[in-house]
């Protein structure tokens, strides 16, 4: 990794770790974790004698959004009281030993696996362990502790994560997605530049973005899952009235378009070097095929598109793939020849200029 990439890296997690509602949840797992901490030792019965077990219920019931919370605090519970069966098999019968410990544990990373039990896997063989060697003689106690002081910890937590209900995350999903908006526009403006540079382009840097914008989509996605996941149950949502179809749709959109340009930038990079796929480009066509590049990216980054701006870009951007393909014609009756990266790139161009048309309205 280059040492750019790096320092962007690092820039954009340290921003992540300091954006407000990750602060939010910092300080609502503090206070959960507090409040566990102080109202496990008034448990009723032997569950008072393992009051650290609260806080640790309090810290896995926290999660940015109320369904993650709600899922990840079932989840653990579940997780817990099947490893606590287990030892309790082994109790039971042939107690615990130097090979049945082994052998419950294993069961119980065997029974993780199964996908049952989504965040609570990893304490299925932890609860059963724990049980076995903390709890001992008295693992009936420990196993009754245990699982109560991690409930009060839960529900504690899912009650602070209630009352102070995080923030939807739907406003920074669509924020991003306006972003990778720019960033397609600028992609192809790379691509522009590149084809009406001195041939072979000296920089190779337009292609290796091109290449990375799958693995941008896909991280898109992610944040839009985790903005569905911040409005389900949420009384702030509602309140607001949020909701994310629009963003689904837009980033569909523009997930389309950026497979077009990832087409256009691979024929363009064949092409300039001379790769096994590449076909050549006319010298010709790099001047008009360039100006559409431009045309089109400029179509795209338009952050309203029933603006009149947006109206008189779209018809300079059809002007110039008009021109392109009439280049195209008049080079295809003169060469003899209709293939080429200037047909594909006129395709997808124009392709890309219907699709940039229309955006879907946001939810009242």
């Known amino acids: 990794m280059r040492l750019r990439e790096r320092r962007s890296y690092l820039s954009r997690t340290l921003r992540d770790a300091v954006r407000p509602p990750r602060l939010l949840l910092v300080a609502k797992t ?9 109202v496990a030792p008034h448990m009723p019965g032997v569950t008072d004698e393992y009051p650290y077990y609260a806080p640790l219920g309090a810290l896995v019931s926290m999660y940015p959004t109320l369904m993650g919370s709600m899922r990840s605090s079932l989840q653990t519970l579940f997780g817990l009281a099947a490893g606590i069966g287990l030892a309790a098999l082994i109790v039971l019968t042939v107690g615990p030993t130097w090979w049945t410990i082994p052998l419950v544990v294993g069961l119980g990373v065997l029974l993780s696996g199964t996908g049952w039990f989504g965040a609570g896997r990893e304490y299925v063989p932890m609860a059963a362990l724990f049980v076995l060697i903390i709890g ?11 699982l109560a002081q991690m409930a009060v910890g839960v529900v504690i937590g899912l009650l602070v ?12 999903a669509a924020s991003r997605v ?9 992609h192809l403006h790379d691509i522009g530049y590149a084809v009406s540079e001195s041939w072979p382009p000296e920089t190779a840097q337009w292609a290796e973005d091109a290449a990375s914008l799958a693995e941008t989509t896909a991280d898109l996605r992610a944040a839009l899952t985790e903005a569905d996941e911040s409005v389900r149950y949420n009384p702030r949502a509602r309140r607001r009235h949020v909701g994310t179809a629009h963003i689904h749709e837009d980033l569909s959109t523009l997930d389309r378009i950026a497979h077009l340009i ?4 691979d024929a363009t990079a064949d092409t300039i070097w001379d790769r096994p796929a590449a076909i050549p480009l006319d010298p010709a066509l790099p001047e008009p095929l360039s100006a559409a590049c431009h045309a089109v990216a400029d179509v795209i980054a338009e952050p309203d598109p029933g603006s009149s701006e947006a109206h008189r870009r779209r018809g300079e951007a059809a002007r110039a793939i008009r021109l392109l ?15 080429g990266p200037g047909v594909l790139t006129a395709m997808h161009l124009r392709r890309i200029l219907i699709l940039s048309g229309e955006r879907p309205d946001g939810d009242a």
Do not use: H
Not at 30 to 38: D, H, K, Q, S, Y
Not at 262 to 265: C, E
Not at 325 to 339: I, N, Q, Y
């Open 30 to 38: 503090a206070l959960a974790v507090g409040l566990a901490w102080a």
């Open 136 to 146: 001992g003689q008295n693992a009936d106690d420990y196993s009754v502790g245990y």
């Open 161 to 172: 994560n209630v009352l102070i209900a995080p923030a939807p995350l739907a406003a920074a």
């Open 178 to 186: 306006e972003s990778f908006r720019t960033q397609l526009g600028e």
């Open 262 to 265: 990832r087409d256009i930038a």
């Open 325 to 339: 393909l009439e280049r195209v014609d008049d080079r295809t009756f003169d060469a003899r020849s209709t293939m």
